[in-house]
């Protein structure tokens, strides 16, 4: 359970790196401002916290 789990957060982790700076370009491209751009990238990470505020950590622990 553990390696599978561990497998599936490198791989996201591989992804997002990948489509980080992909993205960035695009968002640099478009000419946002530098206030537009952080909360471009600032959003997903709090939807993310938001996502993880609901996980039981009873559950998560079994």
Do not use: H, K, Y
């Not at 478009?30 to 009873?58: D, G, I, K, W, Y």
Request: hydrophobic letters at 55%.
């Amino acid at each position: 359970m553990t390696s599978t789990g561990l497998g599936w957060g490198l791989g996201v982790g591989r992804i997002g790196a990948i489509l980080g700076p992909f993205i960035g370009g695009l968002l640099i491209d478009m000419e946002l401002t530098l206030q537009q751009n952080f909360m471009a990238f600032a959003l997903p990470s709090l939807l993310a916290a938001v996502c993880l505020f609901f996980v039981n950590p009873r559950l998560a622990a079994s």
